[in-house]
């Protein structure tokens, strides 16, 4: 099936019908859209800010993966997630002809003592069996590292072929030529039809609190440092809570910070500052890389931080796409086909503790 006409950014809807109507045009629910179209639903994108207005329009774009270790179902969702990544954004870029700066790269962690030495090393061989022999948690020198390795008081490092990056403002851009690309509609005011998806970020969980008096998640602000430093296939890397990730158009980004308490959502301050000050000092040869922007913006987390999906509570036929907080990237193209399932399909396979249900509590 195919819609009357596609259309992106458009003021109105000229689609004839829609299958699936969709709140919120960031990586939720335009992955949504994608997978919709491709099993050949007819799809309309609302969102009155345009494509990547929030939090998904960010620089950072980390899809890193969980410890191997204290195994369950959410990590087991990620690692299938990460994997299927690895096919999942050059499709996006195929069909849209526009890069998603994904590349899986690996990621360098710093282990800063003996105790964390051991521990490595014990997550190493549990990797080998976790990860199914699809991607490697291995031990490396820093002199393995060539020259692009955080300081490390043990000499070693964590290597992991796992981790991978994205540029999630190109991410979303793609997406968004991909959807319509494949006959879907992206527009900023129309009239819901078909089934609905509320993929509505940070302003979502907030009208979901209200409407069923129980906070079902909140918004959690984050700050990050874009720099002129090129260096497009170096993997990123994770050292003292701080993120660096050389993306593949000349840019590395520094992020991020987790605040829960602010004032402004969009304002950089001395914490934006600290993060830069934390990378020179992992990373001295960044200590002379222009700054080109300073970002913030305000991440979704549901009240158990997994992501949020399933049936809405009190809506016939409508449904939640929503809490990425920080790993939305990384687990987004396989949540949304677990989604779509439910939603076209009326198949449920969404893991327990992403379920709507979840973050309602008792």
């Known amino acids: ?35 919709a179209l491709t099993r050949g639903a007819k799809v309309r994108v609302i969102d009155p800010n345009g494509v990547g207005f929030g939090s998904s329009g960010g620089i950072v774009g980390a899809l890193a993966p969980h410890t191997p270790e204290r195994w369950d179902q959410a990590k087991e969702f990620q690692l299938d997630s990460l994997l299927l990544s690895r096919m999942y954004w050059p499709k996006v870029e195929q069909i849209a002809g526009l890069s998603t700066g994904y590349g899986n790269l690996g990621r360098l962690q710093a282990i800063p003592n003996d105790h964390q030495l051991e521990l490595a090393h014990l997550r190493s061989t549990s990797a080998q069996n976790l990860w199914r022999g699809l991607a490697d948690w291995r031990i490396i020198s820093v002199n393995e590292a060539l020259g692009w390795a955080p300081h490390s008081p043990t000499g ?50 907030t009208e979901m609190s209200k409407r069923l008096d129980h906070e079902v998640g909140n918004g959690v602000k984050g700050q990050a440092i874009l720099l002129q430093y090129d260096l497009p296939n170096a993997p990123q890397i994770f050292t003292g809570g701080v993120h660096i990730i050389p993306h593949s158009d000349g840019t590395l980004a520094i992020g991020s910070t987790s605040e829960r308490y602010f004032d402004n959502p ?90 709507v249900e979840a973050s309602l509590g008792d």
């Not at 596609?6 to 949504?32: E, H, R, V, W």
């Not at 991410?171 to 089934?195: D, F, R, W």
């Not at 939305?328 to 989604?339: C, D, E, H, M, S």
């Open 156 to 205: 070693w490092l964590v290597q992991d072929t796992l981790s991978a990056r994205i540029n999630p403002a190109l991410a979303c851009a793609a997406l968004a030529e991909a959807v319509v690309a494949l006959g879907g509609e992206i527009v900023t005011q129309a009239a819901p039809e078909g089934k609905v998806i509320h993929a509505t970020g940070v302003w979502g969980l």
């Open 1 to 35: 099936m195919r819609a009357c006409s596609a259309k992106l950014n458009g003021q109105k809807s000229t689609m004839c019908s829609a299958d699936i109507t969709i709140y919120g045009a960031g990586a939720f629910g335009l992955t949504a859209a994608f997978e």
């Open 266 to 355: 969009q304002s950089t301050d001395e914490l934006a500052d600290d993060l830069l000050a934390r990378a020179i000092t992992a990373m001295p040869q960044l200590s002379d890389a222009p700054v080109l922007k300073r970002w913030a913006g305000v991440r979704p987390r549901s009240a158990t931080r997994e992501p949020m999906m399933g049936a809405d509570p009190d809506r016939k036929g409508e449904f939640v796409f929503n809490g990425g907080f920080k790993i939305g990237f990384g687990i987004v193209p396989l949540a949304a086909q677990r989604l779509i399932d439910l939603v076209l399909d009326e198949r449920d396979t969404i893991p327990e503790n992403f379920k």
